[in-house]
């Protein structure tokens, strides 16, 4: 499964927003490329809201340890939390990450940046991983919509 079919499939849940930045419009030149999805069934970027996954295509100032200023490498990142992410990872988000090669493709590991909130990423998602993506994506989406339900 190729990362536009990951990309197909979070299009497809209900009330999904997805924000794709691209050359002229109103983002900057940094986030064009990439994708942002939120639950909004309104339209509407969630006030004060955060994505509950990314699609990344490139390295970010501070964000450079994963090699994705390669043209055929994107990181998909998803917001899980403290339990999932230990129970993916066996880590505690909090505590000091096990060595990880940031490199490696179709593994999950703890998002280089925002690995203490709960994010894991998957850079380039591919056999091991495809099944697996589109599961975290679904929880991801399922837990934004509860978010969205109890702020309604």
Known sequence: MSMDQILEAVRGFDGVLELAPAEGGEFPEIAWGDHFFYYAPDGAVPWREQPYATVITKNYPGDDRCDLDDPDRRRLNVHLGRAVFTELTGEDP???PAETDLTATDVVFGHPLYRAMGWVSITNPGVRTRA??????????DDARGRWARRS
């Open 132 to 141: 697996l993506a589109i599961r975290l994506l679904r929880q991801a989406h």
């Open 94 to 96: 909090r505590g000091e």
